[in-house]
């Protein structure tokens, strides 16, 4: 009796519009993949039939992580860290050597089975243990040997990720890390250190890039913090075009002219001709919107737009509305997290922002980006559940 009542009270509070949202996003994301591989043309059905079994997939992964006690899950922080440590090592070592000699991913099943990129889960892995953390430490996350140790252990993944090389990755990692830190009330004296730190660093890192010789990158290089490729095909592209190839540019370019050619409203669903997969290469994942803005124009970019942005804000909503620690954390966590991610892609699509590999949420193809988002959305519905309006279920609050 007491297990029905209880599922009775989650289904009379679970968030069915987050779940509109999402599911009407995903399904929107499937048709344009379909539309950017041409499966109707026959040319490359592969991804379109997959991208459904991660949609699938991935609405089981939001149920089980909405209605599992995400303070339940946290318990398990220590062992979801080393996990996500071991699991990047295991890429690092054994990975699947993915596309310019990247590697990235572990394949399961041998060649006729499928690959996963830890590099996504740590997004979701570090999340849950910087909650989790945050929550114990709270009485002395401002002991600066506290904090000292924090920023350890968000540092070794986050160059692990980069290491694989997956810039885009580690970036949302330590984003992600530090978001939490500054939500669960790091003082502004070490936000503004931390400041003080960055702007420099970040200054002299991007003299070196411009110099001809680049001592400290080539350092970098050679240590395997960061990789050519990712200095010299798509940093140094972006800062100084004019000194890059052809090639270099190539993608952002004709994303840029993919998204112009669809003017106000677009050509069409698969009317699209510039955005084919030997024009834009990566059309169907990383570059997907300059699929979206010609097919559907400005209107179509700005109406998905507009649902990720509900998406973040009913998020944040959640965070603010929470009383309890830890759901305020992991709340705010993932909607930076889609944040980040989204205006990263789209800035890479339409040139503002160097090409970094960003996927853009519930819309690219790929099975571990789609799980990650998934499983991130089913904690947020999570945590509205666990904390419920002022007027009902008084019996849960905290």
């Known amino acids: 009796m007491e297990i029905t009542d209880e599922i009775k009270r989650k289904l009379l509070s679970?968030?069915?519009?987050?779940?509109?949202?999402?599911?009407?996003?995903?399904?929107?994301?499937?048709?344009?993949?379909?539309?950017?591989?041409?499966?109707?043309?026959g040319v490359s059905p592969d991804e379109y039939e997959r991208q459904k079994l991660w949609f699938g997939t991935g609405l089981f992964l939001?149920?089980?992580?909405?209605f599992i006690d995400y303070r339940f899950i946290a318990k398990f922080y220590i062992v979801i860290y080393?996990?996500?440590?071991?699991?990047?090592?295991?890429?690092?070592?054994?990975?699947?050597?993915?596309?310019?000699?990247?590697?990235?991913?572990?394949?399961i099943g041998g060649e006729s089975g499928?690959?996963?990129?830890?590099?996504?889960?740590?997004?979701?892995?570090?999340?849950v243990f910087m909650v989790k953390l945050i929550d114990k430490l709270q009485s002395r996350l401002n002991?600066?040997?506290?904090?000292?140790?924090?920023?350890?252990?968000i540092i070794i993944p986050t160059l692990l990720v980069i290491a694989m090389p997956s810039l885009s990755a580690g970036m949302v990692v330590l984003f992600v890390s530090i978001v939490i830190l500054f939500v669960g009330g790091v003082e502004f004296k070490y936000i503004f250190s931390a400041i003080a730190v960055f702007l420099p660093t970040a200054y002299f890192l991007i003299r070196d890039i411009l110099s001809e010789d680049q001592p400290f990158v080539s350092k970098l290089i050679e240590w395997k913090i960061l990789s050519n490729y990712q200095i010299?095909?798509?940093?140094?592209?972006?800062?100084?075009?004019?000194?890059?190839?052809?090639?270099?540019?190539?993608?952002?370019?004709?994303?840029i002219r993919a998204i112009g050619s669809g003017q106000l409203s677009g050509k069409g669903l698969f009317q699209g001709t510039m955005t084919s997969l030997?024009?834009?290469?990566?059309?169907?994942?990383?570059?997907?919107?300059?699929?979206?803005?010609?097919?559907?124009?400005y209107i179509g970019c700005i109406c998905v737009l507009a649902v990720l942005f509900v998406i973040i804000i009913k998020c944040l909503y959640i965070a603010f509305r929470s009383k309890?620690?830890?759901?305020?954390?992991?709340?705010?966590?993932?909607?930076?997290?889609?944040?980040?991610?989204?205006?990263?892609?789209?800035?890479?699509?339409?040139?503002?922002?160097?090409n970094t590999g960003m996927v853009l949420p519930f819309i690219s193809y790929g099975g571990s980006s789609m799980w990650v988002n998934m499983a991130a959305i089913g904690l947020v519905i999570n945590v509205s559940m666990i904390q419920p309006k002022k007027s009902t279920f008084t019996l849960f609050e905290e």
């Not at 679970?14 to 599911?23: E, G, K, N």
């Not at 996003?25 to 041409?38: N, P």
């Not at 070592?93 to 596309?99: A, D, E, F, K, N």
Request: cysteine-free; aromatic content about 12%; proline content about 3%.
């Open 14 to 41: 679970f968030d069915y519009l987050m779940l509109i949202l999402v599911v009407a996003l995903s399904i929107f994301g499937i048709i344009v993949v379909g539309s950017a591989t041409r499966i109707y043309q």
């Open 62 to 66: 939001l149920f089980v992580a909405a």
């Open 82 to 107: 080393v996990l996500n440590i071991g699991l990047l090592l295991a890429v690092l070592l054994v990975g699947t050597q993915m596309q310019s000699g990247v590697s990235r991913a572990l394949t």
């Open 114 to 127: 499928f690959s996963i990129q830890p590099s996504e889960f740590a997004k979701i892995f570090m999340l």
């Open 143 to 153: 002991n600066i040997f506290v904090l000292l140790g924090i920023l350890v252990l």
């Open 232 to 255: 010299n095909e798509r940093i140094l592209p972006f800062l100084r075009p004019d000194l890059a190839s052809a090639a270099d540019r190539y993608q952002t370019e004709q994303s």
């Open 278 to 297: 030997s024009y834009v290469p990566s059309n169907h994942n990383d570059f997907i919107f300059s699929v979206i803005g010609e097919e559907f124009g």
């Open 324 to 354: 309890i620690l830890m759901g305020r954390l992991l709340a705010s966590g993932v909607a930076f997290m889609l944040a980040f991610q989204t205006f990263v892609n789209v800035g890479v699509s339409i040139g503002i922002l160097p």
